[in-house]
């Protein structure tokens, strides 16, 4: 059974830092593409970054040179790194696994203040 569970998430004033984590059960890293998507209040969700089981990565243009997505495949940790934050990244923030189907977390709130 998949489970995916986020963590890290809280306040913080912008030009801050977070890192996030997704604690991932059943998921076999190397299969699958891992992903971070964000959803803000009004808005729709969207993808901010992606890596797959080779190791490539991607990023959404708002976040590139601020974030950093990383996965431990040992610990089967996904991973988020945001720098550099701003007040338009607040939203709750999602991990996922696109393996034979995708399988979402619950979300951890991320809120920037200005």
């Known amino acids: 059974q998949v489970q995916l569970r986020e963590s890290g998430g809280g306040s913080v004033q912008a030009g801050g830092s977070l890192k996030l984590s997704c604690a991932a059960r059943g998921v076999n890293f190397r299969g699958c593409r891992m992903t971070w998507h964000r959803q803000a209040p009004g808005k729709e969700r969207e993808l901010v970054s992606s890596?797959?089981?080779?190791?490539?990565?991607d990023y959404a243009e708002s976040v590139k040179g601020r974030f950093t997505i990383a996965q431990d495949n040992l610990k089967t940790t996904l991973y988020l790194q945001m720098n550099s934050l701003k007040a338009e990244d607040t939203a709750v923030y999602y991990c996922?696994?696109?393996?034979?189907?995708?399988?979402w977390g619950q979300g951890t709130q991320v809120t920037v203040s200005s």
């Open positions: 890596i797959n089981g080779d190791g490539t990565t």
């Open positions: 996922a696994a696109t393996c034979s189907r995708v399988y």
